[in-house]
T-cell receptor, first 113, second 115 residues
Framework: AQKVTQAQTEISVVEKEDVTLDCVYE???????LFWYKQPPSGELVFLIR??????QNEISGRYSWNFQKSTSSFNFTITASQVVDSAVYFC??????????FGQGTELSVKP | DAGVTQSPTHLIKTRGQHVTLRCSPI?????VSWYQQVLGQGPQFIFQ???????GRGNFPDRFSARQFPNYSSELNVNALLLGDSALYLC??????????????FGEGSRLTVL
């Protein structure tokens, strides 16, 4: 079975703090993709990153960084020096068969000034 | 350039009615997927269409149906609405068939309330 677990339902931080959002996945596929999306109150899912299962290099994009560890089936997302505009619900997702994405339950991040 | 557009943005229906939701993909995108997002949960896959053919279907009852038109726009139909169908319905488009080969771009969704 394929599954994505985001154990943190809500996280609250003060601006400029670093925050890490956890994601653990399950799959029997040898080739798969992992994603992170941001969902602001408007509802639109905004793509942040896609990582394939053969590429375990960590990635950094501005204040965002991702740590993919195949050995622990985790794909964690860190925001450095958080800002109020980072407040949103963040979803981790796994590519499944038949063209679908399997999403976790999401982590609601609240960044307070 | 326009992103993925969905209509209507909000609608209210009563139990037993049917609803049609519409989606226009990004120009040039041939694949459209539909997801249901119940409040407080992650999106759940309903359908995927590529080149006007159904290529994937999630665990939803036959009350849910969809189609893709020659211009690659899509409709999601839900019959005999139940209270539990209340959700945000998201449409996503992509150039290719699946997320393994391309990025999915999502619209802002259609928020359905069933009373």
């Amino acid at each position: 079975a394929q599954k994505v677990t985001q154990a943190q339902t809500e996280i609250s931080v003060v601006e400029k703090e670093d925050v890490t959002l956890d994601c653990v996945y399950e799959t029997r596929d040898t080739t798969y993709y992992l994603f992170w999306y941001k969902q602001p109150p408007s509802g639109e899912l905004v793509f942040l990153i896609r990582r394939n299962s053969f590429d375990e290099q960590n990635e950094i994009s501005g204040r965002y960084s991702w740590n993919f560890q195949k050995s622990t089936s985790s794909f964690n997302f860190t925001i450095t020096a958080s800002q109020v505009v980072d407040s949103a619900v963040y979803f981790c997702a796994l590519s499944g068969n038949r063209g679908k994405l399997i999403f976790g339950q999401g982590t609601e991040l609240s960044v307070k000034p | 350039d326009a992103g993925v557009t969905q209509s209507p943005t909000h609608l209210i229906k009563t139990r037993g009615q049917h609803v049609t939701l519409r989606c226009s993909p990004i120009s040039g995108h041939k694949s459209v997927s539909w997801y249901q997002q119940v409040l407080g949960q992650g999106p759940q896959f309903i359908f995927q269409y590529y080149e006007k053919e159904e290529r994937g279907r999630g665990n939803f009852p036959d009350r849910f149906s969809a189609r893709q038109f020659p211009n690659y726009s899509s409709e999601l139909n839900v019959n005999a609405l139940l209270l539990g169908d209340s959700a945000l319905y998201l449409c996503a488009s992509s150039l290719t068939q699946g997320p393994n080969t391309g990025e999915l771009f999502f619209g802002e969704g259609s928020r359905l309330t069933v009373l």
